[in-house]
Structures are given as structure tokens and as C-alpha cells.
């Protein structure tokens, strides 16, 4: 979860609705961990995958720790 939020977080700001749907899509994920770990995790997995194959978003081991 903690990976996705900073990728979300640091997606270019000149695509504005593709990042707003991502930010819906991921707090989506956040809602549904609550009720449903499970299928959550599953959920977050495919939505990883599709930040892989979207835009450049940078990965963890580009990010600052405890950022």
C-alpha cells in the first residue's frame, strides 16, 4: 500500500485526469482493505501492474526511506 501511495503521489501533474482516476482507483483499494484484506491485496497487485505498463512512475528503490 505504502509503494502504491508514493507512486500515485509523484505522478506528473500534466496528465491531471489520469492521475485523479489512479488516486480514486488506489483510495478504492485503502476502503476495501478494511473489509476484505484479501481480495485488497489482490486488487493492489493488478493496480501495481498497471503503473508498471502506465506512465513513468518512479519505484521504491528511486524513493527517499521513510519518505
Known amino acids: ?3 502504491a501511495h508514493r507512486r500515485v503521489r509523484m505522478l506528473p501533474l500534466t496528465d491531471r485526469a489520469d492521475r485523479e482516476r489512479l488516486a480514486r482507483h488506489y483510495l478504492s483499494i485503502c476502503d476495501q482493505a478494511k473489509l476484505d ?3 485488497a491485496a489482490a486488487r493492489l497487485d493488478n ?3 498497471v503503473l ?5 512512475t518512479p519505484r521504491e528503490d528511486e524513493n527517499t526511506p521513510g519518505d
Open 1 to 3: 500500500m505504502r509503494e
Open 37 to 39: 484484506p484479501g481480495r
Open 52 to 56: 508498471d505498463e502506465a506512465a513513468d
Open 47 to 49: 493496480f501495481l501492474a
